[in-house]
């Protein structure tokens, strides 16, 4: 049976691969890219089998283990949903991308003849379609943008907190600290880890939300 740090190993490397195949994305062809994004979400599918896993052994670890056992875990799936993310991110930029060109191809190769009862065509509309369509992808890359600083702001506080969780940890060991008080110090370090999360949540919804109104 696989123990707990050898499938930490192996999912630490198996994210390694998988930002080594996102690099192919965009060197791929129009033939091969939907290959390549299965490949990639096949991968990310079974990391997030074994970070479910990984959270079982991490309930097993001895009370002094767990909470450093949990925050490697944690960033692991940190790593992960970042590149969950930039899949996600790519595919829609490819499918509006072919939607544009079908689009495209679609006024090139339309044919009139003289017993057509409409030959005009409607480029104006077309015209502000693809304006509305741009405005809304700047909107969407100024919005992703915005959304990575936050998230990387709230990383940034994780491990600050997690640094001071420490810090006040080998502060009371050193002081002999009552079993009491540092049950009281661990769970303060839990609220903060799901106030961290529940950030991290509100602004992937405020996210979603706003990708949803502005296409």
Do not use: W
Request: a neutral charge; one cysteine or more.
């Amino acid at each position: 049976m696989v123990g707990m740090e050898v499938l930490y190993h192996q999912t630490n490397k198996q994210i390694h691969e998988v930002q080594s195949y996102m690099g192919r994305l965009e060197t791929s062809d129009k033939e091969s890219v939907h290959l390549v994004e299965n490949e990639i979400q096949a991968r990310i599918d079974r990391i997030f089998s074994n970070l479910d896993r990984l959270e079982i052994f991490c309930n097993k670890e001895p009370p002094n283990k767990r909470q450093n056992a949990k925050l490697r875990v944690d960033q692991l799936k940190y790593d992960i949903q970042h590149l969950q993310t930039g899949l996600r991110n790519f595919q829609h930029r490819r499918y509006s991308r072919e939607q544009q060109e079908r689009q495209r191809e679609e006024l090139l190769t339309r044919t009139f003849t003289t017993n057509d009862s409409d030959t005009t065509i409607p480029i104006d509309e077309t015209l502000q379609f693809n304006e509305s369509l741009q405005n809304a992808h700047r909107g969407m890359d100024d919005l992703i943008g915005s959304g990575t600083s936050i998230l990387q702001g709230l990383r940034d506080q994780r491990v600050t907190l997690k640094g001071t969780h420490k810090k006040i940890m080998d502060v009371a060991n050193m002081l002999g600290l009552s079993n009491t008080v540092m049950r009281l110090i661990e769970k303060r370090a839990f609220q903060d880890k799901y106030f961290m999360i529940g950030g991290m949540l509100v602004t992937c919804i405020i996210m979603f939300l706003v990708v949803q109104y502005l296409t």
